[in-house]
Structures are given as C-alpha cells and as structure tokens.
C-alpha cells in the first residue's frame, strides 16, 4: 500500500473544533476513533479497556486514514 498523507480536505474536515470561547477545543471522531492531528493518532479508549493508539504511519492507521479520506470526498 502506498503511503497515505493527509490532504488538505481532510485536514480541514477534522482539525478540532472550539467548544467554548476561550481555547476549550474538541477532537473529532472518526469510527470511533478520536483523530488527533497534531500527534498524527486514532486514538480509542473505552471503559474497563486499555487504551488503543494508532500512529497515522501504521499499516493500520494507513487503512484509517484511506477510508476517512474517502468519506470526505464522496
């Protein structure tokens, strides 16, 4: 599989969303996973579970990042 970046759709469609005036931000989700763009991570974390990280790298987070990319250009 080639190496997936993030275009600039979703950058825009994902950077995280201000909750209330003053700095309180918001992640967004993607399939469950929160989609950290400043540490390039999916992230899950579910109660009574460990937490799951997913590098943006990863064969895993490669397959993320195809099918997010996907939903916002469709």
Known sequence: MPYIKLCELCQRAYETEEVVS???RRLKTFKGYTVDLRLHQFRKME???LPEFIEFTSDEGQQLL??????VTQ
Do not use: N
Request: hydrophobic share 35%; net charge negative; charged share 15%.
């Open 66 to 71: 195809a099918q997010m990319h996907e939903a």
């Open 47 to 49: 109660p009574h579970e």
């Open 22 to 24: 003053g700095g309180i």
